[in-house]
């Protein structure tokens, strides 16, 4: 991997980013790149809102009329990019994060809402990269393998099994 351009976006108000969340996220981003072995320069963007924010995007994208943790807009397939032309860089996509729903889960599964972020960002990076894990199976199994080697890396490792990651 050459160059990682992440962009944040802080759009909600209720909670106050902690410090070293942004330095958190870039790294996870980073880590995916290279344990998947990326290559060129890549931009990715990542916006913080709010459970009613990312409702309205549930439903207007996946006609889901819910919260949900977080939501991926991948700007390419399998393997195909759309390149910014002033970087020669990958347009990897969008990653929206609910930060309500983050900390919630956090408290939920007895782990960092660090460790949340991390894993929220490492699952969207992999959807933007193509995975997925709706069909359940081997795919969800080999997606949250790559999820927690990328958190281990970054020094969250996994504290239980897979239900309370």
């Known amino acids: 991997m050459d160059k990682l351009r992440v962009v944040i976006e802080d759009r909600q108000k209720k909670v106050k980013i902690p410090t070293g969340i942004r330095m958190l996220i870039r790294r996870c981003c980073h880590a995916v790149l290279v344990t998947e072995g990326f290559e060129g320069s890549a931009e990715v963007n990542v916006m913080f809102v709010d459970d009613e924010q990312i409702a309205e995007l549930n439903e207007k994208f996946r006609g889901i009329p ?14 195909q990019y759309d ?11 969008d990653i929206v994060i609910s930060i309500p729903h983050a900390i919630k889960q956090a408290e939920d ?12 960002t490492a699952h969207s990076m992999l959807h933007l990269l193509g995975y997925d894990h709706v069909n359940g199976g081997l795919e969800q199994v080999q997606m949250r393998e ?3 080697k990328v958190l281990e890396l970054l020094g969250y490792p996994r504290s239980g099994g897979y239900g309370g990651f």
């Open 66 to 79: 819910a919260a949900t943790d977080v939501l991926s807009f991948p700007m390419g397939a399998n393997g």
């Open 83 to 93: 390149v910014n032309p002033e970087t020669g860089a990958k347009v990897l996509g």
């Open 109 to 120: 599964y007895g782990h960092s809402f660090q460790r949340e972020m991390g894993f929220l």
């Open 146 to 148: 790559k999820e927690e």
